[in-house]
Nanobody, 123 residues
Framework: QVQLVESGGGLVQAGGSLRLSCAAS????????MGWFRQAPGKEREFVGS???????LYADTVKRRFTFSRDKAKNAVYLQLSALKPEDTAVYYC?????????????????WGQGTQVTVSS
């Protein structure tokens, strides 16, 4: 019942920036959390960060101070500003949605996933 459409990935040189977008649709939303994971080839899906609609935000230590969430509540959209990108940030980035008031922390708690958007950081 919830569809996530994400965009904004691309190829960028180390030190550059990208802005990822994710918009949720399919129902009227009240309490929910949205966030981002990433997955590199041969690696497990990794938590990046999440935010609840009561404004609690959680970032992984690996991206803290470089990645920043913002959101447009009227559009049920969340954005991830990627700054000071490193080659090790290269991965497919997946938007995530969870119904309820609890922040997303692990992939097992995610209700819906976006299709993924590729971020490639060159040296």
């Amino acid at each position: 019942q919830v569809q996530l459409v994400e965009s904004g990935g691309g190829l960028v040189q180390a030190g550059g920036s990208l802005r990822l977008s994710c918009a949720a649709s399919g129902r009227t939303f009240s309490d929910y959390a949205m966030g981002w994971f990433r997955q590199a080839p041969g690696k497990e899906r990794e938590f990046v960060g999440s935010v609840t609609w009561n404004d609690f935000t959680l970032y992984a230590d690996t991206v803290k101070r470089r990645f920043t969430f913002s959101r447009d509540k009227a559009k049920n959209a969340v954005y991830l500003q990627l700054s000071a990108l490193k080659p090790e940030d290269t991965a497919v980035y997946y938007c995530a949605f969870r119904e309820g008031k609890v922040v997303i922390r692990t992939s097992s708690t995610v209700d819906s996933w976006g299709q993924g958007t590729q971020v490639t950081v060159s040296s």
